[in-house]
């Protein structure tokens, strides 16, 4: 069976768990808390070196890292993976966004939130963040202006890695209503058989 090693507050643990979910597919789950630097102890960076969750452990013992990767390798074969040429090229599209564009800043608010205090290295990069996450959810709702799902009309990979950190994206203090289609976006995964909410995902 897969194991799951993942922190329950992460978004990029909670695409995994939800994809996982969409597939009805088993898997064990372990919890490790970012805050108390659980995946920084000698156990957990002797199974992935690079001290973050989440992390896959497939059948055999391999250990697969990095939410987006995952997320390819569970949706292989599946419909969550256009087979279509550029269509798949379209979902690691905005998955590579996803990630350099809209969780840096997005997530790292939303996490921020969590610590008892801000450095003054986090207080100065905070309007930066704040801008640059506002204007991925302008980039997102202008597409949706016009599409119901972010590839091939219906839902892929790229929505759930978009919808993890964007769904919560309040809690980083961004404010949603400003973003309409996103918003009627985020009604429509909610409204997918078998999903599951965040805090009830594993």
Known sequence: MLTLLDDPISG???????????????????TY??????????????ISPNGKIPVLILEDGTVLPESNAILNYLAAGTPYLPTDRLHHA?????????????????????FWNHLPELDDVQKAQMPGKRANGNAALKLMDTHLIEHDWFVAGVPTIADIALFAYTHVAEEGDFDLSAY???RRWIARIEGLPEFVPMESAH
């Open 90 to 110: 379209q979902v690691l599209q905005w998955m590579f966004w996803e990630q350099y564009s809209h969780e840096p800043n997005i997530a790292t608010l939303r």
């Open 12 to 30: 990029n643990g909670y695409k995994i768990r939800l994809l996982l979910a969409f597939l009805d597919t088993p898997y064990t789950y372990k």
């Open 180 to 182: 309409p289609n996103v």
């Open 33 to 46: 808390s970012v805050l108390k630097a659980e995946t920084r102890t000698p156990e957990f960076l002797a």
